[in-house]
Antibody
Framework: EVQLVESGGDLIQPGRSLRLSCTTSGFTFGDHDVSWVRQAPGKGLEWVGFIRNEAYGGTAEYAASVNGRFNISRDDSKSVAYLQMNSLKTEDTAVYYC?????????WGQGTLVTVSS | EIVLTQSPGTLSLSPGERATLSCRASQSIWSSKLAWYQQRPGQAPRLLIYDASSRATDVSDRFSGSASGTDLTLTISRLDPGDCAVYYCQQYDTTPWTFGQGTKVEIK
């Protein structure tokens, strides 16, 4: 069974940093791109970015709203992906979903809540 | 950035009726790199349709998708109470990938 489990969500002050983890199982992690999508409370879905698998260079793409502040990485030996979030803003408050895939999204985690507030 | 605009905002129908959800793109997406998701309250989104008209695994054949130029359509035939959810369209033709703002389907 394919599973993705996010962790690391927290209440954090503006300007601080936070790293989310996405622990996966049930599939060959290294064969797949991994994406992050977020959803602010009561709002719609917003694409954050994704990281390609190593066969395609392991490079990442980001939304303009997070580019330069967020970094997506992966550890294929552990089947884990990360979302490093720096210089957090109140508008980054959202549930962050980790997803298998870089285009359309067939398997989602349950999400982890990040609240940015002073 | 490709903007996706969904209509209507809310759709209220009776069980057994047919629902037609629209999603208009700000530019043509001829590659058909379009998807639809269902999000029930308190749950993560679920993939329904990808590549504009291909149903995802284990998705009922009551759900169908189509696309033409800038217009995408998700049709739910024979509405079931379990279809109460917010539905989102998504394009993955040109980065940044974008989502529509969602259509809420209510069952009377």
């Amino acid at each position: 069974e394919v599973q993705l489990v996010e962790s690391g969500g927290d209440l954090i002050q503006p300007g601080r940093s936070l790293r989310l983890s996405c622990t996966t199982s049930g599939f060959t992690f290294g064969d797949h791109d991994v994406s992050w999508v977020r959803q602010a409370p009561g709002k719609g879905l917003e694409w954050v970015g994704f990281i390609r698998n190593e066969a395609y260079g392991g490079t990442a793409e980001y939304a303009a709203s997070v580019n330069g502040r967020f970094n997506i990485s992966r550890d294929d030996s552990k089947s884990v992906a990360y979302l490093q979030m720096n210089s957090l803003k109140t508008e980054d408050t959202a549930v962050y979903y980790c997803i298998r895939g870089g285009a359309y999204y067939d398997y989602w985690g349950q999400g982890t809540l990040v609240t940015v507030s002073s | 950035e490709i903007v996706l605009t969904q209509s209507p905002g809310t759709l209220s129908l009776s069980p057994g009726e047919r629902a037609t959800l629209s999603c208009r793109a700000s530019q043509s997406i001829w590659s058909s790199k379009l998807a639809w998701y269902q999000q029930r309250p308190g749950q993560a989104p679920r993939l329904l349709i990808y590549d504009a008209s291909s149903r995802a695994t284990d998705v009922s054949d009551r759900f169908s998708g189509s696309a033409s130029g800038t217009d995408l359509t998700l049709t739910i035939s024979r509405l079931d109470p379990g279809d109460c959810a917010v539905y989102y369209c998504q394009q993955y033709d040109t980065t940044p990938w974008t989502f529509g703002q969602g259509t809420k389907v209510e069952i009377k």
